[in-house]
């Protein structure tokens, strides 16, 4: 066996930094020399980058609550407490003037940054590196992946070079561009020090979502600026830091804050999407032994289904428990969190794709998405469905179905209400309503669990009374009935 000698360090530093093309020179220069094309590298980015970020200046009011919060504050060092987190305080009480950064990333003046940088502003001025100030106004927020889309008059603008974080390696050099306390256009060099990491908190931002850990020195005022590799691409967009002068800074995934951007641009706002399915990472469950003897040798990684939801989106397709999925239209997944990324940046009513593995079988399998219900959504949706709803004006008490009741009567556990009892001389009862009837539309709106049933009630017209769909011993009818006096 004939062994292929590995190639000198020299030239593969060269091949990363510079490409293929220039290997064959690059092999037999001297160390100084290549340290001099690196050097320069590093300023070519710099420079191309920075056509592409804007300094944001906002102003406005906080609450008192928030003029008291000095724990960054109270952190900084004597000279440097002129500067608040991203601006500093104003002797007017409650005012606040804010420096932040941001990417331009239309020719027409969408300009992406930190929901942070422009939360509670009056005003927004965006001045670029040649000294042009434009007025901005902020487009769309998300709060909970902290990004923002402000946007400005403008035309002919040259946007930044959107990567891939995906394939962002940890290890490699990266440029982070911004205005750190005030200092304009400020440039740091580092390393992607990790992947994935992620934040337990007591609110919801931020719990479920990557961040990409940097060493480049990320300071107050870098928020919203990006951070660029050495191909002048933007991985991440800079939004945190771990205390002062750590060399720890977090920067939110690019491939994160473009599926958020779409959508703030589009519709001006960012509702996350579901499929209504629970899981867990194949290689991290408790059960994966077991289960990889009875899956397809082919499956190494993906995401088990635990749990359907009753309710939503996945219990409508031929998706299961046991399922394993490995990839969403198209896109590889092999953790919890990639799947629920690439799912809560599709619109509702997107269909999906799924690829799925059951046991030894390989399936694609559809599921339209729907938007993610609410917190109060979910608290009403997670009542447990003993609580019957009587609906004493149609003479009826219905319950959401359930296979318990479903068993009971004898019937298809099919999407709806099921009618649980029938009051005697009762508009339902002169309409041959009887228990185990399934209702699955009032007025023409499918009804399917309790809060849908009791919305459906108030918005009726009592004078015309309301048509009810239903289910009777197999047989689909409707009937309308008027309500009488409660």
């Known amino acids: 066996m004939k062994i292929k000698k590995a190639a000198p360090f020299t030239a593969i530093a060269a091949?990363?930094?510079?490409?293929?093309?220039q290997v064959v020179a690059a092999k037999d220069a001297s160390p100084l020399d290549l340290a001099r094309q690196l050097n320069e590298a590093f300023i070519q980015v710099a420079d191309q980058a920075s056509a592409a970020v804007v300094v944001i200046q906002v102003t406005g009011k906080t609450s008192e609550d928030d003029s008291n919060d000095s724990s960054l504050w109270d952190a900084l060092p004597p000279e440097l407490r002129r500067f608040?987190?991203?601006?500093?305080?104003?002797?007017a009480p409650h005012k606040f003037e804010g420096l932040g950064s941001g990417i331009i990333v239309t020719a027409d003046g969408y300009i992406l940054t930190n929901n942070h940088v422009v939360e509670n502003a009056d005003t927004i001025k965006v001045r670029f590196k040649d000294g042009r100030v434009f007025d901005g106004k902020v487009k769309g927020t998300d709060p909970e992946s902290d990004i923002a889309v402000v946007k400005i008059d403008a035309s002919g603008l040259t946007p930044a070079k959107l990567g891939d974080s995906d394939a962002t390696r940890v290890g490699e050099f990266v440029v982070a561009i911004g205005a750190p306390f005030e200092l304009s256009y400020s440039v740091t060099v580092g390393h992607v020090s990790a992947k994935g990491r992620s934040f337990e908190t007591e609110s919801?931002?931020?719990?479920?979502?990557d961040f990409i850990q940097t060493d480049a020195s990320i300071n107050p005022g870098n928020s919203g600026g990006p951070l660029v590799n050495l191909y002048g691409e933007v991985i991440a967009i800079n939004s945190m830091i771990e205390g002062m002068n750590t060399g720890i800074g977090f920067a939110i995934p690019i491939n994160l804050a473009k599926g958020v951007m779409k959508h703030l641009i589009d519709d001006g706002k960012f509702t996350r999407s579901w499929i209504g399915i629970r899981i867990n990472d194949l290689r991290n469950d408790a059960d994966y032994q077991a289960l990889e003897e009875k899956?397809?040798?082919?499956?190494?990684?993906?995401?088990?289904?635990?749990?359907?939801?009753?309710?939503?989106?996945?219990?409508?397709?031929?998706?299961r428990p046991g399922d394993v999925v490995t990839a969403v239209d198209n896109k590889p997944v092999a953790t919890s969190r990639q799947l629920k990324d690439i799912i809560s940046t599709e619109?509702?009513?997107h269909t999906a794709v799924l690829d799925v593995v059951r046991a030894r079988e390989h399936l694609a399998i559809k599921v339209t998405v729907a938007a993610l219900p609410t917190e109060k959504e979910m608290v009403a949706e997670s009542q447990p469905s003993t609580g019957q709803i009587e609906a004493t004006s149609l003479g009826l008490t219905v319950e959401p179905m359930s296979k318990d009741l479903a068993s009971q009567y004898g019937i298809d556990p099919i999407p709806g209400v099921v009618v649980t009892a029938v009051a005697d001389d009762s508009p339902a009862q002169a309409h041959s309503i009887q228990p185990g009837?399934?209702?699955?539309?009032?007025?023409?709106?499918?009804v399917t669990n309790a809060r849908q049933f009791r919305d459906a009630l108030k918005s009726a017209d009592k004078k015309k009374g309301m048509m009810l769909n239903l289910i009777s011993n197999g047989a689909s009818r409707f009937v309308v009935l008027k309500p009488t006096s409660e």
């Open 437 to 446: 009837d399934v209702i699955t539309e009032i007025n023409r709106k499918k």
């Open 347 to 349: 619109k509702a009513g």
């Open 84 to 91: 608040m987190p991203h601006g500093r305080r104003n002797n």
């Open 15 to 21: 091949a990363l930094i510079f490409g293929t093309a």
């Open 204 to 209: 919801a931002s931020y719990a479920d979502q």
């Open 295 to 319: 899956l397809a040798p082919d499956t190494k990684d993906g995401v088990i289904v635990e749990l359907i939801e009753p309710n939503g989106p996945a219990s409508k397709s031929d998706l």
